[in-house]
Protein backbone atom coordinates (compact mmCIF):
# COMPACT_ATOMS: atom_id res chain seq x y z
CA UNK A 1 0.00 0.00 0.00
CA UNK A 2 1.10 3.22 -0.91
CA UNK A 3 0.38 6.70 0.42
CA UNK A 4 0.50 9.73 -1.07
CA UNK A 5 0.83 12.76 0.55
CA UNK A 6 -1.58 15.09 0.55
CA UNK A 7 -0.80 19.07 0.50
CA UNK A 8 -0.15 22.43 -0.95
CA UNK A 9 3.53 22.74 -3.13
CA UNK A 10 5.59 25.68 -3.36
CA UNK A 11 3.88 26.34 -6.66
CA UNK A 12 1.08 25.89 -5.08
CA UNK A 13 1.49 28.38 -2.55
CA UNK A 14 2.62 31.07 -4.91
CA UNK A 15 -0.75 30.78 -6.67
CA UNK A 16 -2.55 31.51 -3.72
CA UNK A 17 -0.04 34.07 -2.11
CA UNK A 18 0.61 36.28 -5.06
CA UNK A 19 -2.69 37.66 -5.87
CA UNK A 20 -2.68 38.05 -2.00
CA UNK A 21 0.12 39.80 -2.22
CA UNK A 22 -1.10 41.86 -5.03
CA UNK A 23 -4.64 43.18 -3.47
CA UNK A 24 -3.03 43.51 0.27
CA UNK A 25 -0.41 46.03 -1.73
CA UNK A 26 -3.48 47.66 -3.54
CA UNK A 27 -4.66 47.86 -0.56
CA UNK A 28 -1.75 49.65 1.23
CA UNK A 29 -1.53 52.46 -1.66
CA UNK A 30 -5.36 53.37 -1.46
CA UNK A 31 -5.38 53.65 2.30
CA UNK A 32 -4.16 57.35 2.20
CA UNK A 33 -5.93 58.03 -0.39
CA UNK A 34 -9.24 57.34 1.48
CA UNK A 35 -8.36 59.37 4.57
CA UNK A 36 -7.37 62.12 2.85
CA UNK A 37 -10.81 62.13 1.18
CA UNK A 38 -12.10 61.82 4.57
CA UNK A 39 -10.45 65.04 5.30
CA UNK A 40 -11.81 66.58 2.82
CA UNK A 41 -15.42 65.63 3.26
CA UNK A 42 -15.12 66.75 6.79
CA UNK A 43 -14.17 69.83 5.77
CA UNK A 44 -16.67 70.34 3.66
CA UNK A 45 -19.45 69.59 6.60
CA UNK A 46 -17.70 71.79 9.10
CA UNK A 47 -17.68 74.87 6.77
CA UNK A 48 -21.14 73.93 5.60
CA UNK A 49 -22.47 73.61 9.46
CA UNK A 50 -20.71 77.10 10.29
CA UNK A 51 -22.64 78.33 7.20
CA UNK A 52 -25.85 77.09 8.07
CA UNK A 53 -26.47 79.91 10.52
CA UNK A 54 -26.24 82.42 8.47
CA UNK A 55 -29.25 84.81 7.06
CA UNK A 56 -26.49 85.42 3.72
CA UNK A 57 -24.35 82.60 2.80
CA UNK A 58 -21.60 84.22 1.33
CA UNK A 59 -19.22 81.69 -1.16
CA UNK A 60 -16.26 83.61 -0.40
CA UNK A 61 -16.53 83.26 3.07
CA UNK A 62 -17.22 79.43 2.88
CA UNK A 63 -14.35 79.31 0.54
CA UNK A 64 -11.76 80.34 3.11
CA UNK A 65 -13.52 78.46 5.80
CA UNK A 66 -12.94 75.00 3.80
CA UNK A 67 -9.09 76.61 2.69
CA UNK A 68 -8.23 77.15 6.68
CA UNK A 69 -9.67 73.62 7.29
CA UNK A 70 -7.67 72.02 4.49
CA UNK A 71 -4.46 74.11 5.68
CA UNK A 72 -5.01 72.97 9.26
CA UNK A 73 -5.14 69.40 8.26
CA UNK A 74 -2.13 69.71 5.75
CA UNK A 75 -4.49 68.45 2.79
CA UNK A 76 -2.61 69.44 -0.40
CA UNK A 77 -5.43 67.70 -3.40
CA UNK A 78 -7.66 68.65 -4.16
CA UNK A 79 -7.14 72.02 -4.71
CA UNK A 80 -9.20 75.29 -3.93
CA UNK A 81 -10.39 75.11 -7.84
CA UNK A 82 -12.02 72.20 -7.50
CA UNK A 83 -14.60 73.64 -5.07
CA UNK A 84 -17.60 74.92 -6.25
CA UNK A 85 -20.28 77.06 -3.95
CA UNK A 86 -23.25 77.56 -5.58
CA UNK A 87 -27.36 78.25 -5.62
CA UNK A 88 -29.01 74.97 -6.91
CA UNK A 89 -32.67 76.55 -6.32
CA UNK A 90 -33.51 77.35 -2.99
CA UNK A 91 -30.59 75.92 -1.42
CA UNK A 92 -26.63 76.92 -1.42
CA UNK A 93 -24.22 73.90 -2.29
CA UNK A 94 -20.81 72.98 -1.52
CA UNK A 95 -19.60 70.55 -4.28
CA UNK A 96 -16.13 68.98 -4.62
CA UNK A 97 -15.16 66.91 -7.80
CA UNK A 98 -11.76 65.14 -8.27
CA UNK A 99 -9.88 62.50 -9.28
CA UNK A 100 -6.61 60.86 -7.55
CA UNK A 101 -4.18 58.62 -10.01
CA UNK A 102 -2.07 56.31 -7.43
CA UNK A 103 0.65 54.74 -9.51
CA UNK A 104 0.86 51.12 -8.50
CA UNK A 105 3.87 49.14 -9.87
CA UNK A 106 5.39 49.82 -13.77
CA UNK A 107 2.82 51.06 -16.17
CA UNK A 108 -0.29 50.23 -13.62
CA UNK A 109 -1.95 53.16 -11.87
CA UNK A 110 -5.13 53.01 -9.96
CA UNK A 111 -7.45 55.69 -10.55
CA UNK A 112 -10.31 56.60 -7.53
CA UNK A 113 -12.88 59.27 -8.21
CA UNK A 114 -14.44 61.05 -5.81
CA UNK A 115 -17.63 63.23 -5.86
CA UNK A 116 -19.12 64.99 -2.57
CA UNK A 117 -21.94 67.50 -2.09
CA UNK A 118 -23.19 68.89 1.23
CA UNK A 119 -26.20 70.77 1.26
CA UNK A 120 -25.84 74.57 3.36
CA UNK A 121 -29.24 74.20 5.41
Known amino acids: ?13 LVLLIPVAIVAYMAI ?3 PVYLNHMKV ?6 AAD ?11 AVRNSISRRLDIEGVSSPTMDQFR ?5 DEWVIEV ?10 DISLLVTF ?7
Do not use: C, N
Open 50 to 60: ESSGEAVVSPS
Open 115 to 121: DKRVVIQ
Open 29 to 31: RLV
Open 1 to 13: MHKRQAGITFIGW
Open 41 to 46: TSAVKQ
Open 97 to 106: SYEKVEPLFG
Open 85 to 89: VARDG
